[in-house]
């Protein structure tokens, strides 16, 4: 499946200062991804505020998304839950027309065993009508896929692959020692994307690359060309920011760079709330400082 190697993008889902959804913000944004060399677009995930959305929302958003890629890029859809039953239902009667694959969270809240995980996937993915890439990401589900169980669900010939998000170079390094040549393990820690792709793997589903798609994406390419100083030296660049983008939650902060691009308002739905004055400002000091 190479067409989901390198810089892979959660999109965000823009928000009218009347918290409704901004379509021609998310026109915008959407743009400036096809214009600057990202590699596939994940629609309706966690930095979409998936949660927090209407079911009509998320479908107007999914089909806005479609029609606006028009085939340009490959788009990577998902749908997880902690209700395996649910989840199936969802796969079986919801259209995923436009899209070339699936991105499945780990269940969250239940905690199930490793054995539970397994099960979930291989019901899951038995349901799919596309391919199925897993998230793991143990800050959001409290629980963590252990590369042994990842090893064993990619066998499963509708599992390409895992976003691997529990921040640890040494299980993401385990997962791509274990798995086939042909698996792809993504990195879903922006500030690990490139060690990940240095140690073998396919790329990242980035939140901040968004924000500088050029650049990230960039610097991912010539990671994947093992030009090795040159890729570091974006990643030095872009550090500080990364930083910057997690340090009020996700997707606040990157929703405060699409602020001071001018292409999206910086507001969320409630739990969450708006990047600071502060943390908006800094953000903002670093765009124009490193002309990015």
């Known amino acids: 499946m190479k067409k989901f190697t390198g ?13 409704s959804v901004d379509f021609e913000a998310l ?9 600057n ?41 998902g749908i997880g839950g902690n209700n395996t039953q649910a989840v199936i239902e969802r796969l079986k009667t919801e259209s995923v027309k436009g899209f070339d694959a699936i991105l499945s969270v780990s269940p969250y809240y239940n905690k199930p065993s490793q054995e539970g995980i ?13 391919p199925i890439i897993l998230y793991n990401v143990p800050g959001r589900t409290a629980s963590n896929m252990l590369p042994e169980t990842v090893a ?4 499963h010939k509708n599992i390409i692959g895992i976003k691997e998000a529990a921040g640890s170079m040494d299980q993401a ?18 500030m690990l994307a490139l060690p990940m792709v240095l140690a073998g793997g396919a790329g990242v589903i980035s939140v901040v690359a968004q924000g500088f798609p050029k650049e990230f994406s960039k610097m991912l390419r010539l990671g994947l060309e093992r030009k090795v100083d040159e890729a570091f030296a974006i990643h030095y660049q872009l550090a500080p920011v990364i930083d910057m983008v997690f340090a009020e939650g996700n997707p606040a902060g990157i929703k405060a760079v699409f602020k001071d691009l001018g292409l999206a308002e910086n507001c969320v739905r409630l739990p969450l709330v708006e990047a600071s004055h502060a943390l908006s ?10 002309q990015v």
């Open 281 to 290: 400002k800094v953000i903002s000091t670093f765009c124009k400082e490193q």
């Open 152 to 155: 064993r669900l990619a066998e």
């Open 7 to 19: 810089t892979g993008v959660a999109l965000i889902t823009p928000f009218k200062e009347d918290k």
């Open 27 to 35: 026109k915008r944004v959407v743009q400036f991804q096809l214009e």
């Open 118 to 130: 397994f099960r979930h996937f291989t019901e899951v993915s038995n349901a799919a009508p596309l």
């Open 37 to 77: 060399g990202v590699d596939y677009l994940v629609v309706l995930g966690t930095t979409g505020e998936y949660a927090v959305l209407t079911n009509e929302e998320r479908e107007k958003v999914k089909q806005f998304i479609v029609t606006q890629v028009n085939g340009k890029l490959p788009l990577v859809l």
């Open 173 to 190: 390094m385990k997962m791509i020692a274990q798995t086939p040549k042909d698996f792809l393990v993504i990195s879903g820690e922006d």
